[in-house]
């Protein structure tokens, strides 16, 4: 193992993560415990970082979380452009991280606005999609000459940054390079064939086979088809698994090449020992993830520069993840795949759940940092690694809410659900009823409010009946049926908040998940002073839906659901009328956009959106999907 003098000291970041006037919350990997120091020039503040105000987390011998916490005597100023560096044995960003510099500036920078002005958003980032990069569209905004004004509050993910269940061969020879690289922690496995993780990256199944990585037993049946071997959707798509992460160390380096280029330096790839059809798909794949990789240096000046916020769904951790009590009976019923799902999320804590909000996860954290220490020259223990899944599993505050103009609500719709009161089979609420009542709490009194949800709340009317009908025939699975109006009690439940009078005036409902974007204004019917809501969907970032067959889906949606249409009395929403807005260079009318990008939202001072785009990563230019008044 070289030492570790020879690494760059940063491998991922400086993040910028929940950032207010009196707090600074900043991410970044370094390959040893790093003695920073915040800089803020303009303020001539050079405050040096204690253990109180950066706490560290070693997940490998040369691999260090840093999650920077800065309370501030003093409030930062509002709507003005704040410089700031991080230095590390005296050197800045200008000299350990340039490419994290736009030209000609000394220094990375932020803004803090008085309100949410504007904001971009997206979900769905799979580097191996064919698909060009969305957040390159945000790193061309932030380039190009821009007001204040034209500069985004704040990135919203809402989900899929990460596909830990759909990963590239080359993007998993890279990782297991970079684990070695690393010295990434080891780990012992139960309920597999293979005992370690060290057995799993050099065994023969280790690339497209892991479904042989199982115990060969019929009751495993159910766990094979779940974690890898690939959930058949006819309807939809064809997801493939086969390469599904398994450890924690794998799922960390994910997050380190998928979010920074410099890991990326650090290895050379080398295709494993394939067969003829194997090897001529990961060619093929190859293509894709070095295109992707190509797009690092920009995705990490975004991160340096706006304040990001995420939630996952469900490919952050697992396709279909707590889809139904059936689902998680098996998921969790078996140690392998409980395990599996455990180092996702534990790795989903650590890279993207902390910097949203850091006072949540203390004792987490501080379970965490006992574990992996311990490890530093060996592997991690098993009871302990099993102890902390347990915590994880049982953990209840992936939400968060932020203190902006508007409120910023951001749902945790994965880990709370409301399980079906009629058949295990049955898909799950995306919210149980104790969630839903917190959210009206945190809701009462609000002028207005942008809600974060995963998937949509107001969805495509088709594929959600589509939905209906396979889990009425008992396999919810084939077709991703989790939707709002899945569930009757927490369907009922989210139409009653919406309606409440002391609820907000205005709700934007920011979504992803979908792998195409809309715009649909939804009020409730013969109520005049009623609520404005307005569901905007962004998806993907790096994504698409199937061409041909969204158009049909589209096609059929506006023919079948017309607003004469006596198939709409057997909605669950058929107390409110959803007007859909169309893009502005759709065809034949059509409703849903598809193409990766990134979409953007302009709000009043009522927090009603008055202008939306969805940014094209294709060059072409946006497309508005809701006009600006005149």
Request: with cysteine; charged share 20%.
């Amino acid at each position: 193992m070289p030492h570790p003098d020879t690494l760059s000291a940063v491998l991922a970041g400086p993040l910028l993560r929940r950032l207010e006037p009196r707090r600074l919350v900043m991410w970044l990997v370094g390959t040893r415990e790093l003695a920073l120091t915040l800089h803020l020039p303009a303020q001539g503040l050079e405050i040096r970082l204690n253990p109180d105000q950066c706490r560290i987390v070693p997940v490998g011998r040369q691999a260090f979380i840093h999650l920077i916490d800065v309370p501030l005597d003093e409030a930062l100023p509002q709507d003005v452009i704040v410089d700031y560096d991080l230095l590390i044995d005296g050197c800045g960003m200008a000299q350990w991280a340039p490419h994290l510099l736009y030209p000609n500036a000394q220094y990375p920078n932020f803004v803090l606005h008085s309100r949410i002005h504007q904001l971009v958003h997206g979900s769905c980032r799979k580097p191996h999609h064919c698909a060009d990069e969305g957040l390159l569209c945000v790193d061309r905004l932030l380039a190009e000459p821009h007001t204040l004004a034209e500069r985004p509050a704040l990135l919203m993910m809402s989900g899929d940054q990460v596909y830990a269940d759909d990963v590239a061969g080359p993007m998993l020879r890279a990782i297991h390079g970079l684990i070695a690289r690393l010295g990434l922690f080891d780990e012992y496995l139960e309920g597999a064939v293979i005992d370690d993780s060290a057995s799993l990256y050099g065994h023969a199944a280790s690339y497209y086979h892991r479904a042989d990585l199982l115990p060969a037993l019929d009751s495993n049946k159910t766990l094979r088809e779940r974690f890898f071997g690939g959930v058949k959707k006819p309807i939809f798509t064809s997801s493939t698994a086969d390469n599904h992460l398994v450890t924690f160390a794998e799922v960390m380096a994910m997050y380190l090449l998928v979010w920074s280029p410099t890991p990326w330096t650090l290895i050379t790839l080398q295709p494993p020992h394939l067969n003829t059809d194997e090897a001529a798909r990961y060619a093929r794949e190859q293509v894709q993830v070095e295109k992707f990789r190509a797009g690092l240096p920009g995705v990490a000046r975004v991160f340096a520069h706006l304040s990001t916020l995420m939630i996952f769904d469900d490919h952050d951790i697992t396709d279909d993840w707590n889809l139904s009590a059936q689902w998680e009976e098996t998921a969790y019923g078996h140690p392998f795949s409980k395990r599996i799902i455990g180092n996702a999320l534990l790795a989903y804590l650590l890279c993207q759940g902390w910097g949203n909000n850091p006072d949540a996860f203390a004792t987490l954290v501080s379970q965490i940092q006992a574990l992996t220490t311990q490890a530093r020259k060996s592997h991690l223990d098993a009871a302990a690694q099993d102890d902390l899944v347990d915590s994880l599993l049982k953990f209840q505050k992936w939400h968060y809410v932020l203190p902006t103009t508007p409120a910023l609500v951001v749902l945790d719709t994965r880990t709370r659900r409301w399980r079906s009161e009629f058949t295990l089979k049955q898909p799950s609420g995306l919210l149980d009823w104790e969630a839903l009542s917190e959210l009206q709490q945190e809701l009462l009194d609000h002028p207005s409010a942008i809600i974060v949800s995963p998937a949509p709340i107001f969805g495509v009317k088709l594929i959600e009946t589509v939905q209906k009908v396979f889990s009425w025939c008992g396999h919810p699975l084939l077709v991703d049926a989790e939707n709002w109006m899945a569930h009757r009690g927490a369907a009922q439940v989210i139409l009653n908040i919406f309606r409440h009078s002391r609820t907000p005036g205005n709700y934007v409902i920011l979504s992803g998940d979908v792998h195409y974007s809309f715009v649909y204004e939804v009020l409730i019917r013969h109520r005049n002073a009623g609520p404005r809501i307005w569901q905007i969907t962004s998806s993907g970032i790096k994504n698409e839906f199937p061409p041909r067959l969204l158009e049909w889906f589209d096609r059929l949606n506006r023919w079948l659901y017309s607003p004469r249409s006596p198939l709409n009395w057997f909605t669950r929403r058929r107390t409110m009328q959803v007007v859909p807005h169309i893009p502005e260079h759709a065809e034949a009318g059509e409703r849903l956009w598809n193409s990766a990008g990134i979409g953007q939202v302009f709000f009043n001072e009522q927090g009603q959106p008055e202008a939306i785009y969805q940014h094209n990563a294709n060059g072409k230019a946006r497309t508005r999907m809701l006009a600006p008044k005149q």
